[in-house]
Structures are given as structure tokens and as C-alpha cells.
């Protein structure tokens, strides 16, 4: 599986945005999709996973009740759609795709990454 991350850019405090992963390869209507994210000088940290099904989702807590992950299995693409952004938001983005059930919080848990994309929130 080959993961294609999009949609960052530059956005003030309190605004809103759309990243998008397309995956290629294979389909990914097995697999658990996720969202990671890196700041600068920081380790990489979980932001979110949804099951192959979208029943199952999961949040950090820094990110519920503004971030949520959705899934379109036809299209191959997973989202993350985040608002209320704050400065402490920015970071590159990944995607990430496992067929696993285990370790879904943890980058380790995961067999497939893009390519990250780019988040800045300015204050």
C-alpha cells in the first residue's frame, strides 16, 4: 500500500482543515487507517484511527471534540478534518495504514506510511 498525504498549509488559530491520504496499491477496505503527527524537535505522537468500517474510531485526547477522522473506502482515501486549530496543532502530518488489531495508538503498530503533509496554525 502506497499512502499519499494532502491538504496542508498555513491557517490561523481558530480555523479549520481538511487533510486527505489516498492510498494505492491495494485496497484498503481491511485495513485500520490513523493519523500520526511530528513537530518540530518532537517525537511523533497518535492524533487518531477509524476501522475498516468507520464503527471504530479513536482520538487523542488533545484532539476530541475537534478533530474526526472519516473514511470513503470507494475513493481509497482516509481524512482528518480539523477545526478549532490551535498553534500547538502545527506539525507534518502522516497516515498510516496496518491491517494489525493491536497497537493502533503506536507508531510501531503500523506497516504503511506516507509521506507527510505540512499543518501550521499561526496565532
Known amino acids: 500500500v502506497q499512502l499519499q498525504a494532502s491538504g496542508g498549509g498555513l491557517v490561523q488559530a481558530g480555523g479549520s482543515l481538511r487533510v486527505s491520504c489516498v492510498a494505492s496499491?491495494?485496497?484498503?477496505?481491511?485495513?485500520?487507517m490513523a493519523w500520526f503527527r511530528q513537530a518540530p524537535g518532537k517525537e511523533r505522537e497518535f492524533v487518531s484511527f477509524?476501522?475498516?468500517?468507520?464503527?471504530?474510531?479513536y482520538y487523542t485526547d488533545s484532539v476530541k471534540g475537534r478533530f474526526t477522522i472519516s473514511r470513503d473506502n470507494a475513493k481509497n482515501t482516509v481524512y482528518l478534518h480539523m477545526n478549532s486549530l490551535k498553534p500547538e496543532d502545527s506539525a507534518v502530518y502522516y497516515c498510516a495504514a496496518t491491517t494489525r488489531p493491536t497497537g493502533l495508538k503506536e507508531s510501531a503498530g503500523y506497516d504503511y506510511w506516507g509521506q507527510g503533509t505540512l499543518v501550521t496554525v499561526s496565532s
Open positions: 477509524i476501522g475498516p468500517s468507520s464503527l471504530a474510531t
Open positions: 496499491g491495494r485496497p484498503i477496505s481491511t485495513h485500520v
